[in-house]
């Protein structure tokens, strides 16, 4: 079957809010509609005219795309998906829309993730006897074990000792990274990407995008102990968020005179073991790089990575031999958080303003989105500005 071309013509975001904080009492679909909203009204596409919207999240339970689409303005016929791949959700959903529309099913799609942790359902496990106390519970991707909260931070803990990435190293990089996105912020950068669900300052920046000054940052006391490297500070927090994208066939991209678009390249997904979930992302881009078909990685210059920790970002550069200033150069998850389902559509929403919207980075052609997911699961995928 031959793959048509695909074309990504809008992405914007909310603000990206603490548990508890700037969304604390947003359902998942009162955060997403709004974004839907505006995507639509970025490209004058009528809601009429979607055909399927496909929704990353991990919390909320039963099918939330289709009441988003609803919340949204959709047509009752538009088809609506939920993905749960835990962090990956959202980059999977803008992948999955991608393919509906190379293999010729649909013409326009609706695509993102969006958590609300401030007002997820809470799970708890069946008592098993009449004397058994109920207890919640964070259910293990990978077998019956409860998960731990610390999991992800173990992994990158290993990381850090194996590469030998200091505190120091991993703290610069916070400090560094909050720098960036002030930076960002300060010349409007964000501008054009985050939909304020009010119209007051608060909902147009990222809650936790408050730099720490560099003792601050020191004075944090580990995680794992006395030898732990990763800190509060330097680790991305869960929080609450949205974004979505508008994915269109190239019929459709020509009918709207050919705007400025990203265009899905290649992408690679895989697993690693359990517990080494701080190198999943690494070993994904790593398997891109071996399906570029003749395209220099070279050419590739922005790197857009929801970091659990620092050390993660960190890696990725040393690894595969990456100016750090290629990574997340607006900041990235350890800035703005990690909203889960919706982090990996937050990514292509970066990239999308960096190689569209941003004026001084047009140079740039090429950009990856990469995480990890929960449970040792890895994603990348290479976009291109069109």
């Given at each position: 079957?031959?793959?048509?071309?695909?074309?990504?013509?809008?992405?914007?975001?909310?603000?990206?809010?603490?548990?508890?904080?700037?969304?604390?009492?947003?359902?998942?679909?009162?955060?997403?509609?709004?974004?839907?909203?505006?995507?639509?009204?970025?490209?004058?596409?009528?809601?009429?005219?979607?055909?399927?919207?496909?929704?990353?999240?991990?919390?909320?339970?039963?099918?939330?795309?289709?009441?988003?689409?609803?919340?949204?303005?959709?047509?009752?016929?538009?088809?609506?998906?939920?993905?749960?791949?835990?962090?990956?959700?959202?980059?999977?959903?803008?992948?999955?829309?991608?393919?509906?529309?190379?293999?010729?099913?649909?013409?326009?799609?609706?695509?993102?993730?969006?958590?609300?942790?401030?007002?997820?359902?809470?799970?708890?496990?069946?008592?098993?006897?009449?004397?058994?106390?109920?207890?919640?519970?964070?259910?293990?991707?990978?077998?019956?074990?409860?998960?731990?909260?610390?999991?992800?931070?173990?992994?990158?803990?290993?990381?850090?000792?194996?590469?030998?990435?200091?505190?120091?190293?991993?703290?610069?990089?916070?400090?560094?990274?909050?720098?960036?996105?002030?930076?960002?912020?300060?010349?409007?950068?964000?501008?054009?990407e985050i939909v304020p669900l009010r119209a007051t300052t608060e909902e147009a920046r990222d809650q936790s995008a408050v730099g720490p000054d560099a003792d601050d940052?020191?004075?944090?006391?580990?995680?794992?102990?006395?030898?732990?490297?990763?800190?509060?500070?330097?680790?991305?927090?869960?929080?609450?968020?949205?974004?979505?994208?508008?994915?269109?066939?190239?019929?459709?991209?020509?009918?709207?005179?050919?705007?400025?678009?990203?265009?899905?390249?290649?992408?690679?997904?895989?697993?690693?073991?359990?517990?080494?979930?701080?190198?999943?992302?690494?070993?994904?881009?790593?398997?891109?790089?071996?399906?570029?078909?003749?395209?220099?990685?070279?050419?590739?210059?922005?790197?857009?990575?929801?970091?659990?920790?620092?050390?993660?970002?960190?890696?990725?550069?040393?690894?595969?031999?990456?100016?750090?200033?290629?990574?997340?150069?607006?900041?990235?998850?350890?800035?703005?958080?990690?909203?889960?389902?919706?982090?990996?559509?937050?990514?292509?929403?970066?990239?999308?303003?960096?190689?569209?919207?941003?004026?001084?980075?047009?140079?740039?052609?090429?950009?990856?989105?990469?995480?990890?997911?929960?449970?040792?699961?890895?994603?990348?995928?290479?976009?291109?500005?069109?």
């Open positions: 079957m031959r793959s048509l071309p695909v074309y990504i013509i809008a992405a914007r975001r909310t603000a990206i809010g603490r548990i508890g904080g700037l969304h604390r009492l947003r359902r998942v679909e009162d955060l997403a509609a709004p974004v839907v909203e505006a995507v639509l009204k970025d490209t004058g596409v009528e809601a009429s005219e979607v055909d399927e919207i496909i929704v990353g999240n991990c919390t909320a339970g039963d099918n939330p795309a289709r009441l988003i689409a609803l919340a949204s303005g959709l047509p009752v016929t538009a088809m609506a998906t939920t993905i749960d791949q835990q962090c990956a959700s959202g980059l999977e959903a803008i992948l999955a829309a991608a393919r509906r529309i190379a293999a010729g099913e649909a013409e326009i799609v609706v695509a993102g993730g969006v958590e609300s942790l401030s007002t997820a359902p809470w799970r708890i496990a069946k008592p098993r006897n009449l004397f058994q106390t109920p207890h919640f519970i964070r259910p293990e991707p990978t077998g019956a074990v409860p998960m731990a909260e610390h999991v992800p931070h173990i992994s990158c803990e290993k990381l850090a000792l194996r590469l030998g990435i200091t505190r120091a190293e991993q703290d610069a990089w916070t400090f560094t990274s909050h720098r960036k996105a002030a930076e960002a912020r300060e010349a409007r950068h964000f501008v054009g940052l020191a004075d944090l006391e580990p995680i794992a102990g006395e030898m732990g490297t990763l800190t509060a500070g330097n680790i991305s927090a869960l929080h609450d968020g949205a974004a979505f994208v508008l994915v269109v066939s190239e019929a459709e991209w020509e009918r709207r005179g050919r705007p400025p678009a990203l265009r899905p390249v290649v992408n690679a997904a895989l697993g690693v073991e359990p517990g080494l979930e701080a190198e999943a992302p690494i070993a994904a881009v790593q398997k891109l790089y071996s399906r570029l078909n003749g395209l220099d990685r070279s050419a590739i210059s922005l790197f857009e990575l929801s970091e659990a920790a620092a050390v993660q970002a960190i890696a990725l550069g040393r690894q595969l031999g990456l100016d750090e200033a290629a990574i997340n150069p607006e900041g990235g998850a350890v800035v703005r958080g990690h909203p889960l389902g919706a982090a990996g559509a937050v990514l292509v929403t970066r990239l999308f303003s960096r190689l569209i919207r941003n004026e001084a980075a047009r140079g740039a052609r090429y950009g990856v989105a990469a995480l990890g997911a929960n449970g040792g699961l890895g994603l990348a995928a290479l976009f291109e500005r069109t």
